[in-house]
Nanobody, 125 residues
Framework: QVQLVESGGGLVQAGGSLRLSCAASGRTFSSAAMGWFRQAPGKEREFVAEITWSGNSPYYADSVKGRFTISRDNAKNTMYLQMNSLKPEDTAVYYC??????????????????WGQGTQVTVSS
């Protein structure tokens, strides 16, 4: 079994930055891709960003493009989400996820096999 643990969430003022980490552990871990999703109160979980095993061609939701950067360090089994210019509407629980299978994209939650427990990000105005 694979475990994913997020960290780095917290409270920040609008315009500030946070860096989320997602550490993978368990049996030999190899994922086709990893991604970040978020869920605000009363809303559905939404896609934020994805990155393949090679790290090439990351993809972002329009709402975070130009402000967030996804990256991964396969040697450390860790994925990151650098979040800059944060806005109050970025407030949500952020989840990392890992997918075993290969797809053309990874923008739907159903494509992922493993999920972390989530980390709260709160952006004050």
């Amino acid at each position: 079994q694979v475990q994913l643990v997020e960290s780095g969430g917290g409270l920040v003022q609008a315009g500030g930055s946070l860096r989320l980490s997602c550490a993978a552990s368990g049996r030999t871990f190899s994922s086709a891709a990893m991604g970040w999703f978020r869920q605000a109160p009363g809303k559905e979980r939404e896609f934020v960003a994805e990155i393949t095993w090679s790290g090439n061609s990351p993809y972002y939701a329009d709402s975070v493009k130009g402000r967030f950067t996804i990256s991964r360090d396969n040697a450390k089994n860790t994925m990151y989400l650098q979040m800059n210019s944060l806005k109050p509407e970025d407030t949500a629980v952020y989840y990392c996820a890992a997918a075993k299978s290969y797809y053309t994209n990874y923008r739907r939650a159903g494509m992922y096999d493993y999920w972390g427990q989530g980390t709260q990000v709160t952006v004050s105005s």
